[in-house]
């Protein structure tokens, strides 16, 4: 037995099996498992269909392909005999344009799917911010709504006149009660009006 074997046997306990010494060990990374489908990129493939579709929904895609047909039938019609490559009936056309149709559908659905994922974003923080608008406008209406409350009830100037005048009356009435009515007790300037004040509008 050589001295590779027997190191083998020794690093191996004695109850393993076959697949417990062919197992992967968890400290090395597992190799690339092999795929049979080429790998591509999903983000670079939708903005590619989208390009293919707003280009196949334009007025220029349906001015070349009438050109291409045309010149193609023309081509295959009055051209000799050696260099057409497709006579009528235009069997390779037909094949051609239902390759194409076949292609430009599914491409047309992909970006149509990227255009609605992108709405439903869209519809989604339009949604948000209008949450948050009609948050802020329920707060400043509450807000107004209290500061007229509060205004309602501050003393205005008028009637803080309107009780000093009613109080200097009251010291008045009671001075002539004593004999001490002869100084009439001036604690306004004369005033501009009886109606509301200016200025307190």
Request: charged share 30%; aromatic share 8%.
């Amino acid at each position: 037995m050589t001295p590779e074997r027997e190191s083998t046997r020794e690093r191996t306990p004695a109850g393993a099996t076959a697949t417990t010494r062919t197992r992967a060990r968890l400290d090395q990374p597992r190799p690339p498992r092999r795929r049979f489908l080429p790998e591509y990129d999903p983000e670079a493939f939708g903005r590619l269909s989208e390009r293919i579709a707003r280009f196949l929904g334009t007025g220029r895609f349906i001015v070349w392909m009438t050109v291409v047909i045309i010149a193609w039938v023309l081509w295959n019609i009055f051209a000799p005999r050696d260099v057409r490559f497709d006579n009528y009936p235009f069997i390779f056309l037909t094949l051609m344009l239902s390759l194409q149709a076949s292609y430009a559908a599914p491409l047309i659905l992909l970006a149509q799917n990227r255009q609605d994922d992108r709405d439903k974003v869209n519809l989604e923080q339009d949604r948000k911010q209008n949450e948050r608008s009609i948050a802020d406008t329920e707060y400043l209406t509450r807000e107004i709504a209290a500061l007229r409350i509060g205004l309602g009830e501050v003393a205005t100037r008028d009637w803080i006149r309107s009780e000093l005048q009613d109080l200097v009356k009251e010291l008045d009435e009671r001075g002539d009660g004593h004999g001490n009515g002869h100084h009439k007790h001036v604690v306004f300037p004369a005033e501009r009006s009886h109606g509301r004040d200016v200025d307190d509008r």
